[in-house]
């Protein structure tokens, strides 16, 4: 299969027992589709099965929401919770910023190169620093500023745009707020935020100085779907660097940018590429063959 193929994919789980995989492979068999590709995963202390099905969309005869719904009346009758994606689609993505450039331009770059396939539709910041790199890409930029008092009003304004924007993914690519319960809530499994990986043992304005204080010998960053509990949510995609006495507080902060960028791309693009199943507090992230 090549990548420019078309691919209908699909994300299953139930509780694991036998013949799911025989049974959802011959449901695909008997309408002629092509199964491409196939990835599963039971986890045997949770007795959970997940599953991911690629299919040719050259196969499809129907409508997709034809294809939908007879789909899910197969799955009502082996509990499956399950989720339809088609390649074809590009996913309408949101970027929120602060002052910190890194991740924004190696997303927006990474877009740009093929290697993220989406459309950045606008950028929102609480501060307008970042308004000339926008400029420079020709996105959309909203400048909406701040404070504990004016906080709700301002994530009104968000969602606001959100939806006028028709959003499905938020990226916080060093977006240094903290979002109100409500929000990540409503926007649950739609939200990517990305931290250093000194958290919770270095939190504050400055963790790599703090870091360099205490002589640490590895930094990392973890990328996780935003979640009700402040850094709690399912974690994606996580990288350590190892370091030493002679980097700087400085030279630990460019190191952590760069891991930073990478854990925020990766997870971006598993989200993209449909290869993320969630159960409770848990991600199981498909590898992709290229």
């Known amino acids: 299969m090549t990548d420019n193929q078309k691919k209908i994919i699909f994300l299953i789980q139930c509780e694991d027992r036998k013949g799911i995989l025989s049974a959802t492979s011959t449901w695909f068999f008997q309408r002629s589709y092509n199964i491409v590709h196939c990835q599963q995963h039971t986890d045997n202390i949770e007795g959970r099965y997940f599953m991911r099905i690629e299919l040719d969309m050259h196969d499809l005869k129907t409508t997709r929401k034809e294809l939908e719904e007879?789909?899910?009346?197969?799955?009502?009758?082996?509990?499956?919770?399950?989720?339809?994606?088609?390649?074809?689609?590009?996913?309408?993505?949101?970027?929120?910023?602060?002052?910190?450039?890194?991740?924004?331009?190696?997303?927006?770059?990474?877009?740009?190169?093929?290697?993220?396939?989406?459309?950045?539709?606008?950028?929102?910041?609480?501060?307008p620093d970042l308004e000339v790199i926008a400029n420079q890409f020709r996105i959309p930029f909203y400048y909406l500023p701040v404070t504990n008092e004016s906080k709700a009003e301002q994530e009104a304004k968000v969602m606001t745009l959100l939806k006028r924007f028709d959003i499905d993914l938020v990226v916080l690519a060093r977006y240094m707020q903290i979002l109100s319960p409500a929000f990540t809530h409503q926007?649950?499994?739609?939200?990517?935020?990305?931290?250093?990986?000194?958290l919770p043992a270095f939190q504050g304005a400055n963790?790599?100085?703090?870091?360099?204080?205490?002589?640490?010998?590895?930094?990392?960053?973890?990328?996780?779907?935003?979640?009700?509990?402040?850094?709690?949510?399912?974690?994606?995609?996580?990288?350590?660097?190892?370091?030493?006495?002679?980097?700087s507080p400085n030279g630990l902060r460019d190191v952590g940018k760069d891991v930073e960028r990478r854990v925020l791309a990766k997870a971006v693009q598993a989200h993209l590429e449909s290869r993320i199943i969630m159960f409770k507090n848990r991600t199981v992230v498909f590898d992709v063959e290229r």
């Not at 082996?78 to 991740?103: G, Q």
């Open 70 to 127: 007879d789909f899910g009346a197969f799955a009502n009758q082996y509990n499956l919770t399950w989720e339809c994606h088609y390649s074809d689609y590009n996913a309408r993505v949101a970027i929120m910023v602060s002052k910190t450039s890194h991740c924004l331009y190696d997303l927006i770059a990474r877009k740009n190169e093929g290697d993220l396939k989406c459309d950045i539709s606008l950028i929102i910041s609480n501060h």
């Open 187 to 198: 926007w649950q499994g739609k939200i990517i935020n990305i931290h250093h990986g000194f």
């Open 207 to 247: 963790p790599y100085r703090q870091a360099y204080e205490r002589g640490v010998k590895m930094i990392g960053a973890t990328a996780h779907y935003a979640s009700e509990e402040l850094d709690q949510g399912p974690i994606i995609d996580q990288d350590v660097v190892r370091v030493n006495h002679e980097l």
